[in-house]
C-alpha cells in the first residue's frame, strides 16, 4: 500500500513537472483571437477622417482561411479568403489587399489597410481612398 502511495506521488510529481514544449505562435493566437467572434465596426478613420457613417451596421466574421463581411463594400467584399504572410500580423486577402492587424484582444480589433480607389454611387461617395483603420468589437 505504501509503495503505491510513494509510486503515486512520484508519477503526480513528474506529470507537474513537464512542461509544454511547444507554445502558440503570434499566428495561432491572432487565429484564434480572429475566428472567435463575429466582428462589429465601431469606428473607421480614413486618413485620420470619421468616416464611419459610410459602414453603419458593419460586421466581419473570419474563419480558419475565409471571411465574410455585412456592409463593408466595396473596401470588405461579402467574402473572400485570406492568409496570414510569415509575421502572423499581416492578413493577405484574395483580392491582395493586405491588412495590418495593428491590435487584437478578445474584446477590440484594429485594423489597417490602404484603399486605392475611390468609388461613387447613388450621389455619394461609398469608399474613400487612403489610410483605412477600423476599429471592430465583439
Known sequence: MRTKAIAVVILIAALAGCKKSDS?????????????????????????????????????????????STNGAPVWAAS??????????????DDQVEVSVDQITDAQLVLSLTWNKTTLGGGRTSSVSGKHVYTFVK
Do not use: C, E, P
Not at 502572423?88 to 486577402?93: L, P, Q, S, V
Open 24 to 68: 502558440l505562435s503570434v499566428k495561432q493566437v491572432n487565429t484564434n483571437l480572429l475566428t472567435s467572434h463575429v466582428w462589429k465596426l465601431q469606428s473607421l478613420q480614413v486618413d485620420n477622417v470619421d468616416k464611419t457613417s459610410l459602414y453603419t451596421g458593419m460586421t466581419l466574421t473570419v474563419g480558419a482561411a475565409t471571411y465574410t
Open 80 to 93: 473572400g479568403t485570406w492568409s496570414f504572410t510569415d509575421d502572423g500580423k499581416t492578413i493577405k486577402r
